[in-house]
């Protein structure tokens, strides 16, 4: 397109007016030249005008010719068409909010969706240049990744890679005056990699990180800053207690960063500090402990593919001395430009929802859609008459698909307005009903409304326009122009079967979800009526720092509240477990769980020893090579021996003979979802060096909890990590699938009322359509249960076929959840049987006002009609 | 978008006459270029006058001619285009391949 032309095809759509006068105009005058010239040629005055004419061809065509060179034809039937259409809505109010509110729903609810999924994987975290920032690890053969120790950090910063910097990072977590506070441990330039200025004091520097042991110094994020302390002003130079050591605040980060993990974080301290916030072995002690991430910018014009290329060979050179199970397989490089990086793999997880979201906003389109055909019909005379008079087809289905579009706009700020409320009303849902101790721990990031949102909304908007107008525009202009100008619209029977088939498709997706959702609540039920193996009332659990375990031990021994005290590494139900390789003698080596207990955990939660005996109070405090295994694990390596008395292989560190002295019953230790634990085995401990304490106390136990917690905080502030009833643990492992099972609950109700609403407007319809043939049923001697039987036949035939339909997908589909999930395994009749029968029961109801309806069609009015 | 007509056939050919025939003025209206191309073509070209309003407009869009309104010599209002610089180069540029274009066909034509 040149520049004149731009600059004729604006003038010609600004001054419309003016450009089709010049064109009459000359046109005119060619004409009247050419008059000229056959008079002067000896023609009468009405010969001259005649040649004149036929020399120049068909004004209309000519002009038209020409309207067609300006290239802005488009725009003024566009405009044409929205004068007709707006008109058209104006005598029709009812039918333009039903279908606004209808699609807005649908509308709604997936664009409340991709918020919350633009928040987290698609809005990049608000950091200098996010895009260049990258997570690296080295997986080995499992794929499991790796932490690094602070030896390997040190190399891999000295060989200086495919990066221009990088950081190394560790959660930690802590409570700061009983609130749950969620930090990272840094290398001292992160924030200088970063970007991140502070909004009040410094940032952390490389200063502070520059020997072991230094600085006790950290950063709080605005948030917690906020919310914690109120904002006060004289927070820097504070001293908070991190896990039982004092640290200064030096600085609150610029408000809106809240680091670059998935999960916001509260306070920033240097890397340097570990040892002195964390049991177990020293960081930068001989003992090399794999704890850090590490995260780094990539050089500039260092490609991702070049990058995994030298990173793979670096992490193969330097674990090549290694055993082959600790050798490098392969590496990820992962982006950390938004909070969650976007994989197939999360897209994967992400499909179910998205499906089941959209097929909601699919069922509301096929509403509308059929109300629109309804419409059409109805309109078919007009239709008719226009072909007739030589419209166009594809004119008239643009002008079709025009009013779908303005319908879709009030459509679009609803939605808009219901996904703002949805968003809101779901997360009050879900602070109202996580578990308690969870609360703490969640954070609400911002969701904005930015430019990746308004594109999906238009997108969305426009895409269910064209799905809702698409077959009745192509559907309405099909008429017969004779037929339909003379009225007899009911002889051509295709709309019905579109609508019949829009019917059925309803129906499908309707049993499809509400079965899913049967499917999903069923599982939720029996997981939470699952038999874990073991007592979680009256159990608290905490974690309890090394250097405060004596103090907090004796005030526990002490307390009058407390029965009985038991120890272990693993918190049972707390979402992990550690497993290591163990292997009998002929046997084959298996992987297992294993927790070390104290001789009193088995009686804290009851849980049985099936055979043998406890471990006795010498056995925990020398740590003796002894075990007890669970009934699974004494199956898989001693299968139809009795397990009590053999010897197992521990390949752990240090490796050693370990004699089997009982066996307990089997329990879940790690995460209700996977069922039991396959195989365990319980190693010796005791309280004094267990990280982990439980104990059994009398009375009401949250009271309890609170009272423990306020009293060992203040006895050893920081001293205790986590504390929390078992039967909270329970909970929060339980509340993802109580959340997918209300959001579950939520589409099926709405698909349901959208179904109800298209199968009753279908019905209502073909009541209409038929109130002739009704009539004279009725004047023949039909009865009232005739006619009722006839529309109520009609409704379930095409539900009977959506139900076998949505039955047979969703057949496939639990199949394909059950391979992943222990509590889906089976085929469970109670869901399919819910969802069908409430799909039948809904068409039932949703056909019987249109069928009480039929049946008082009064035969002398009807038949009055022709 | 718009349906091909006899118009576009013959949509090359026109376009070359007129630039051609407003290379040899200063500038013409529709009418002028009409009678020009008639009576320089012995009559052969002359039906359906009004196609060659489109062409005209295709032109300006295309900035090969310009066009503005004027005074005729009878005192009519009329419109006035005239060549525009590219508007002579692509006369130039066509002129040469229809000259090419024409001597082959007519070689062909011998040679048969």
Avoid at chain 1, 159 to 178: C, H, K
Avoid at chain 2, 2 to 7: D, G, H, Q, T, V
Wanted: charged share 20%; hydrophobic share 50%; net charge positive.
């Amino acid at each position: 397109m040149t520049l004149s032309d731009l600059f004729l095809r604006l003038r010609a759509l600004m001054f419309r007016a003016r450009v089709e006068e010049e064109l009459e105009d000359e046109v005119e005058f060619h004409l009247a030249m050419a008059h000229r010239k056959h008079l002067e040629a000896g023609h009468s005055e009405e010969d001259a005008a005649r040649l004149a004419r036929l020399d120049f061809g068909r004004v209309g065509s000519v002009k038209e010719d020409c309207r067609g060179v300006r290239g802005i034809d488009i725009f003024e039937t566009a405009l044409q068409d929205i004068r007709y259409a707006l008109r058209s809505f104006w005598r029709n109010p009812g039918f333009v909010l039903t279908v606004a509110g209808t699609i807005a729903l649908g509308l709604g609810l997936n664009l409340a969706l991709f918020t919350l999924f633009n928040a987290y994987v698609l809005r990049p975290i608000s950091i200098r240049d996010p895009y260049s920032l990258y997570g690296f690890t080295w997986t080995d053969r499992q794929g499991a990744g790796h932490a690094f120790s602070w030896a390997e950090y040190k190399q891999f910063e000295k060989d200086n890679l495919a990066f221009s910097e990088v950081a190394a990072v560790q959660y930690i977590y802590t409570r700061i005056d009983g609130h749950a506070f969620q930090g990272q441990l840094v290398t001292g330039n992160y924030f200088q990699m970063l970007g991140v200025t502070s909004e009040l004091g410094r940032p952390l520097l490389p200063e502070d990180a520059s020997a072991p042991g230094r600085e006790a110094v950290l950063v709080l994020s605005y948030q917690a800053w906020q919310s914690t302390f109120g904002g006060r002003a004289d927070i820097i130079g504070m001293k908070l207690m991190v896990r039982g050591f004092p640290m200064e605040v030096v600085g609150v980060a610029r408000k809106g960063f809240q680091d670059i993990s998935e999960v916001p974080r509260d306070f920033w301290a240097p890397v340097t500090m570990a040892d002195r916030l964390q049991d177990g072995s020293d960081l930068f002690g001989v003992e090399h402990p794999e704890r850090l991430e590490i995260v780094g910018r990539l050089r500039r014009g260092q490609s991702v593919s070049g990058a995994k290329a030298i990173l793979t060979a670096w992490s193969q050179r330097i674990t090549a001395q290694l055993p082959e199970d600790h050798k490098a397989a392969g590496i990820l490089l992962r982006s950390k430009a938004t909070s969650i990086p976007l994989t197939p793999e999360l897209l994967i997880v992400f499909s179910p929802l998205v499906i089941a979201f959209t097929l909601v906003l699919v069922l509301a389109c096929t509403n509308v859609a059929s109300m629109m055909l309804a419409r059409a019909v109805a309109r078919q005379r007009e239709i008719g008459i226009r072909l007739s008079l030589g419209a166009l087809r594809r004119r008239l289905i643009r002008q079709l698909l025009t009013e779908s579009i303005l319908l879709s706009i009030p459509a679009a700020i609803l939605g808009f307005i219901i996904s703002r409320v949805t968003i809101d009303a779901s997360i009050r849902v879900m602070f109202a009903t996580v578990p308690k101790d969870m609360l703490e721990l969640i954070h609400d990031v911002p969701r904005p409304v930015d430019w990746r949102v308004i594109a999906f909304m238009v997108f969305a908007t426009l895409a269910s326009a064209l799905l809702f107008g698409l077959a009745p525009a192509f559907q309405a202009t099909r008429a017969n122009v004779i037929s339909s100008v003379r009225g007899e619209v009911t002889s051509d029977l295709r709309p019905v079967r579109a609508r019949n088939a829009l019917v059925i498709a309803q129906v499908t997706v309707c049993t499809l979800l509400l079965v899913a959702c049967g499917v999903l609540v069923r599982t939720t039920m029996a997981m939470s009526a699952f038999d874990i193996g073991f007592r979680t009332n009256n159990v608290i659990a905490m974690e309890v720092a090394a250097n405060s375990r004596r103090q907090v031990l004796d005030a526990l021994a002490s307390d009058p509240e407390v029965d009985t005290i038991a120890a272990a590494s693993a918190i049972p139900l707390n979402g992990a477990v550690r497993t290591m390789t163990i292997r009998a003698d002929d046997g084959p080596a298996i992987s297992t769980a294993y927790n070390e207990v104290s001789p009193e955990y088995f009686g804290i939660l009851g849980i049985p020893i099936l055979r043998g005996r406890n471990f006795t109070k010498q056995e925990s405090a020398s740590e003796t090579p002894v075990a007890i295994l669970s009934a699974g694990a004494a199956q898989s390596l001693f299968a139809g021996r009795d397990a009590v008395g053999q010897i197992f292989h521990l390949s752990g560190k240090p490796a050693r003979d370990v004699r089997v002295i009982g066996v307990a019953a089997d329990i879940v230790t790690c995460c209700i979802p996977w069922g039991k634990d396959p195989a365990l085995i319980y190693l010796p401990t005791t309280s004094a060096t267990s990280a982990a304490v439980l104990v059994h106390v009398r009375g009401e136990v949250e009271a309890v909890r609170h009272r423990l917690d306020t009293r060992l905080a203040e006895l050893a502030p920081g001293a205790i990590g986590d504390i929390h009833s078992l039967d909270q643990y329970r909970a929060a492992g339980m509340y993802a699938f109580r959340a997918a099972s209300m959001i579950g609950a939520a589409l099926g109700g709405l698909a349901l009322f959208l179904t109800l609403t298209g199968i009753y407007g279908v019905l209502s319809y073909f009541v209409t359509q038929r109130t002739k043939e009704i009539g004279i049923r009725v004047a023949l001697g039909a009865t009232t249960r005739t006619v009722v039987g006839l529309v109520l036949t009609q409704s379930l035939r095409l539900t009977a076929i959506g139900i076998g339909l949505g039955v047979g997908l969703a057949l496939g589909v639990s199949r394909l959840i059950a391979s992943n999930l222990v509590f889906m395994r089976g085929f469970d009749v109670a869901p399919f049987a819910a969802g069908v029968l409430l799909v039948a029961f809904s068409a039932l109801a949703a056909g019987y006002v249109p069928s009480r309806r039929a049946a008082r069609i009064d035969p002398i009015q009807t038949l009055r009609y022709d | 978008m718009r349906k091909p007509s006899r118009l576009d056939l013959l949509q090359g050919t026109l376009d070359l006459l007129i630039l051609r025939t407003l290379q040899s003025a200063d500038a013409m209206h529709g009418w002028a270029i009409s009678e020009r191309i008639r009576q320089v073509s012995e009559n052969v070209l002359q039906a359906n006058q009004g196609s060659l309003y489109p062409a005209l407009h295709r032109l300006e869009h295309q900035g090969w001619i310009k066009a503005e309104w004027g005074i005729s010599e009878l005192g009519r209002r009329a419109r006035f285009y005239r060549l525009t610089a590219p508007g002579r180069k692509q006369l130039q540029q066509e002129a040469d391949d229809w000259t090419r274009v024409a001597g082959a066909i007519g070689k062909v034509l011998e040679l048969a």
